[in-house]
């Protein structure tokens, strides 16, 4: 990832998990993948999840939902996929894998930050890192927060020194897209304003966050809900 000339991350790629998802959300990336592929079935649309490739947990998973040897096709009734059955296969496709831990989204470490930042001549002593692992509403999710006082930062086209780099799963943003956080719902930039970071402080901060499920408040994807 490279936003404001700090290159960050590359990313780690697992498959999707069982465990990320709801009936509802389940339906829907069956839909889609159905669309256009009447032949494709369900043994080959579950195979795609992680810690579901074994035959024998296949072929488990689809006696358990009574539906072995059908197409996603047919699981359709009126344009719309049997939710009663699509509940019935998550709950099984859940049974027999386990959750993704945290740490399997990734990390950025401290380590390949502390050498970006090296590169924008930081000032050693003020470098900062951290990184919280959690799982939240079942899902797991990787937050990590750096920074540093670069005093050789120029100022860009609107005049600031300071350097706000954020990114949602890899993807940096062209805009803050941190601007509802916690209960307060109050934004990453109120919360440097009370900080007493300014647009004129010489200074790299970077926010980025890894979740399988990312709840935005526009379709643009510009501001993503923190929790």
Request: charged share 25%.
């Amino acid at each position: 990832m490279n936003a404001g000339g700090l290159t960050i991350s590359t990313q780690t790629k697992i498959p999707t998990s069982p465990h990320w998802y709801t009936p509802e959300s389940l339906e829907r990336l069956a839909a889609y993948v159905s669309n256009g592929h009447e032949t494709r079935t369900v043994r080959d649309f579950i195979s795609e999840f992680r810690g579901l490739k074994g035959t024998a947990k296949q072929q488990a998973i689809l006696a358990k939902a009574k539906i072995a040897r059908v197409t996603l096709a047919d699981l359709c009734e009126n344009h719309r996929l049997d939710r009663p059955t699509i509940s019935a296969l998550l709950r099984a496709m859940q049974q027999a894998s386990t959750p993704v831990p945290p740490r399997r989204l990734g990390l950025i470490g401290k380590e390949h930050l502390a050498a970006r930042f090296t590169v924008a001549k930081m000032d050693p002593k003020t470098f900062r890192y951290q990184k919280a692992l959690d799982i939240l509403n079942g899902l797991p999710r990787v937050l990590e927060v750096a920074f540093a006082y670069c005093p050789e930062l120029d100022r860009d086209d609107q005049g600031a020194r300071r350097r706000l780099v954020t990114a949602v799963n890899w993807s940096p943003g062209i805009r803050n897209p941190f601007r509802q956080l916690g209960e307060a719902g109050e934004s990453l930039d109120t919360v440097l304003a009370v900080a007493r970071v300014d647009r004129s402080d010489p200074v790299i901060l970077v926010v980025h966050i890894a979740c399988p499920q990312v709840r935005y408040t526009d379709r643009g994807k510009s501001s993503v809900v923190l929790d």
